[in-house]
């Protein structure tokens, strides 16, 4: 009887140090997950665009999924240094993928700028006549130079088509020179370096959304030029 008492006892004690260690463990470990940093995420839209007149006419365009290679088509933010290495900040993110926030921008400041509809995300048919937008970014970096300084390069081009599903199904003679009316191909660089004083990634993010804002005017220009050969191009060089 009192060896079964001793027992009891001592499987007592053992599980009082068991719960004891289960619920340290427990607090170690949400201890832990705590002291995890919260990611911070970030968009190239913006909320202060300028309201367009509404004298204007209602386009349609097509932007189209943007070109972009996949050392930068990815959540977190990447900073490029000069000697080949890139630093990937996992809690610092875009809101999607780098090629869908330049999409959306593009496409929001062109909605914007130009009065227009985008048909790809807004469920249209395509049974009317619209600008078709094809971008490609060969660079879209933030670029960290061995004595700290940060800047950001943009290359990008772009192809812009007028396509028009009710033109005619015979071939013209000058069919050449139709398709040469109704398409342009544009490029247009952007480079700022960012001043040391101001070499948080809010800057960074603030300035990059200037290049978007620079590359939305001249994609709108190139549009009312060819609607209008007379109408000069901003910023970019088309052909």
């Known amino acids: 009887m009192t060896e079964n008492k001793l027992l009891k006892t001592q499987q007592r004690c053992y599980l009082k140090v068991l719960s004891s260690l289960s619920v340290g463990l427990f607090a170690l470990i949400v201890s ?4 995890s940093p919260t990611p911070k995420f970030y968009s190239l839209s913006t909320q202060t665009l300028t309201s367009s007149s509404s004298n204007q006419k209602v386009r349609m365009i097509e932007v ?19 000697n080949g290495q890139a630093k990937v900040l996992f809690d610092d993110r ?15 400041r062109l909605q914007q700028t130009l009065g227009a509809v985008d048909r790809y995300n807004s469920g249209m048919t395509g049974g009317q006549a619209a600008y078709r937008i094809a971008l490609d970014f060969s660079n879209f970096d933030f670029i960290e130079k061995s004595n700290q300084q940060r800047f950001i390069l943009m290359n990008t081009t772009w192809t ?27 490029r247009m660089s952007f480079y700022e370096e960012i001043p040391q004083k101001s070499r948080d990634l809010n800057t960074l993010v603030t300035v990059s959304q200037k290049a978007i804002d620079q590359l939305s005017i001249s994609i709108a220009s190139s549009v009312k030029h060819l609607e209008n050969r007379n109408q000069p191009i901003t910023g ?4």
């Open 94 to 108: 875009w809101t999607s993928t780098l090629s869908a926030e330049l999409r959306d921008a593009v496409s929001a």
């Open 160 to 186: 812009l088509r007028y396509d028009d599903p009710n033109r005619p199904l015979s071939i013209p003679k000058n069919a050449q020179t139709l398709s040469q009316r109704h398409q342009l191909s544009c």
């Open 32 to 35: 832990g997950c705590s002291s």
């Open 64 to 82: 189209l999924p943007v070109g972009l290679s996949d050392r930068l088509n990815r959540i977190p933010l990447v900073i490029q240094q000069e």
């Open 236 to 239: 970019g060089v088309c052909s």
